[in-house]
């Protein structure tokens, strides 16, 4: 009898653990997605600037003025 409450036990532990490794991982997927985000949502507004400064440059050296 003792034998069978002790193999319950350890399986209720071995549930239990289970249980909170799943919940664990859920947890820190849903982290990861949410600061995946914004990286992904993000627009590089760099280039245009960089497309502007260099256009000037070029405008004052053209042949037409």
């Keep these: 009898m003792i034998a069978m409450l002790n193999f319950a036990g350890l399986v209720l532990a071995t549930i239990l653990a289970a249980a909170a490794a799943v919940a664990c991982n859920w947890l820190m997927l849903q982290v990861t997605f949410h600061l995946m985000q914004p990286a992904a949502v993000r627009k590089t507004p760099t280039q245009t600037l960089l497309v502007r400064r260099t256009m ?5 050296f053209t042949p037409n003025r």
């Excluded at 000037?56 to 004052?60: G, K, L």
Aim: charged content about 20%.
């Design 56 to 60: 000037q440059p070029a405008r004052a």
